[in-house]
């Protein structure tokens, strides 16, 4: 049988202070298929992983990241909120993150982009990206307004279609934009989309599972991967369903492609 990818979201998030170090470097000991992260742009134009638009809800601090600066935001306790135990973690650069990864780790950049500042975040994260010689393994999801502008900056580049609406058309118009990735919500994926998306070339890795039942319903879907805040918790099970994970058919990488 073919695997299912473990894809750690903002790394392994269920159990240590989302998109900050040691979120990550949990998702690395355990040796998952993919990471995903968020990215924002900051005041000064620099680069934060971050989920949310402000800092409210996961540091000590407030305010919209477009209205901070870096500085300013490193500065914040980015881990009491969760738990006392990890006081002082700090929220981390988008440069800071992926000097964190394996050379061959998979990664999904989720670009958080609107109107005012797409042209910028989404090309500077493009050109982080190539910096790093991570155009084999990494990928950026995204809007497919900011996905276009991506391709435009780097047209070798993979993308990941996060306009699902509307879900009728979803397959077809990320094909027709090459996309190789999907990731439409777990409550909209049934076998049939995920036929649908391989029948056109493209993976699907549904965000997100974090019980066991709806791990087990999109498994059973024959889906490529899951995003999930727990993966130890889906490679046990994929474990006793005696899945080997398969790190080739996933990743979609220009080796593999």
């Known amino acids: 049988m073919s695997g299912v990818a473990v894809v750690a979201h903002r790394g392994a998030s269920g159990d240590f202070p989302e998109n900050t170090a040691v979120a990550f470097e949990e998702a690395i000991r355990l040796e998952v298929d993919a990471i995903e992260l968020d990215v924002h742009l900051t005041a000064d134009g620099e680069l934060l992983v971050i989920h949310d638009p402000t800092v409210d809800r996961n540091s000590d601090g407030t305010g919209a990241v477009a209205d901070l600066s870096m500085a300013q935001i490193t500065e914040l306790d980015a881990g009491s909120w969760f738990d006392a135990k990890f006081a002082g973690a700090r929220y981390l650069t988008l440069e800071g993150a992926l000097d964190l990864m394996p050379s061959a780790m998979v990664l999904n950049v989720h670009v958080k982009a609107g109107d005012k500042d797409r042209e910028v975040v989404v090309a500077k994260t493009v050109a982080q990206l190539v910096r790093a010689g991570l155009l084999g393994t990494a990928f950026v999801a995204s809007d497919e307004a900011s996905l276009a502008v991506a391709r435009r900056v780097e047209p070798g580049l993979r993308i990941c279609n996060l306009s699902t609406q509307p879900a009728e058309t979803y397959v077809e118009r990320s094909s027709a934009i090459g996309c190789l990735i999907l990731q439409p919500g777990n409550g909209r994926t049934d076998a049939d989309l ?64």
């Open 194 to 257: 995920v036929r649908r998306a391989h029948e056109n070339g493209m993976t699907v890795n549904p965000f997100y599972a974090d019980d066991e039942g709806e791990m087990r319903r999109l498994i059973g879907c024959g889906v490529d991967g899951i995003l999930t805040n727990y993966p130890k918790r889906l490679q046990v099970l994929l474990a006793g369903l005696g899945r080997a994970i398969d790190r080739s058919r996933p990743c979609n990488c220009i080796e593999c492609s």
